[in-house]
């Protein structure tokens, strides 16, 4: 089983900046890949950043050029560095993991709230 924790949220004006982490733990992590996701009130989850197998991110549209995803495979943390926040940014955030080679994402954390006032 692997335990994930999200981190570094908050509320933030508008053009500030959050740092949000990822903490894995439990089974050896190293055959994972990990992706964030966000849902704000009223709207489907949907896929902020990710890792392709070979290590490539990939972002969603709205969030290009405003967001980075990164990892530290030694501390078993994935982050979300996130500047030039909107208040359409206001969502809450999650990390997932999914193994190499499948779609499906098997393992979440349990959100972390971004507020982005204007």
């Known amino acids: 089983q692997v335990q994930l924790v999200e981190s570094g949220g908050g509320l933030v004006q508008a053009g500030g900046s959050l740092r949000l982490s990822c903490a894995a733990s439990g089974r050896t992590v190293s055959s994972y890949v990990m992706g964030w996701f966000r849902q704000a009130p009223g709207k489907e989850r949907e896929l902020v950043a990710r890792f392709t197998d070979g290590g490539i991110t990939i972002y969603t549209t709205a969030v290009k050029g405003r967001v980075t995803i990164s990892r530290d495979n030694a501390k078993n943390t994935g982050y979300l560095q996130m500047t030039s926040l909107k208040p359409e940014d206001t969502a809450v955030y999650y990390c997932?993991?999914?193994?190499?080679?499948?779609?499906?994402?098997?393992?979440w954390g349990q959100g972390t709230q971004v507020t982005v006032s204007s």
């Open positions: 997932a993991l999914r193994q190499v080679g499948t779609a499906r994402y098997d393992y």
